[in-house]
């Protein structure tokens, strides 16, 4: 199938007014979601951020993120442009018809919006944790915090 013609058809299935492939991409907004799809070549690539680096415990959130890879038909990554984790997912443009792309394109957004839920609640608890471990390190041997 060409690139155009799966936005083309997508945008006329679910009525998405102004959808349009230009420069072999495209991007939409599913609850809240923006889904970025490109096609390079014979492959098109389907693209939502999850969410912004956290300050604290950013080596865990990444590792839980790796651990992920794995297990999923999707990738996460982290944007060099935009700093953000992203989750990608890369389909053979000859492989896709409408269903196909229609559930690929469902499952992304759903893992998108499962792991911008999982950032937004791990970010307090690494927060409070380093604040605590910060509060620890202030205590002297007796016991007193130190001033």
Known sequence: M???KLITDFATRHGVDGLVAEDNAAALDIDGIVVTIVAVGDTVS?????GETPTEGHADFADMLLEANLELDQTFAKSRDTGKYILLRRLALDSLDDN?????????????ETWSRLLEDFRPAAEKAAEEESQAGQLSAGGFMQV
């Open 2 to 4: 060409e690139f155009e």
């Open 100 to 112: 196909t792309f229609d559930s690929a394109l469902e499952a992304l957004v759903n893992q998108a």
């Open 46 to 50: 389907i693209s939502a951020p999850i």
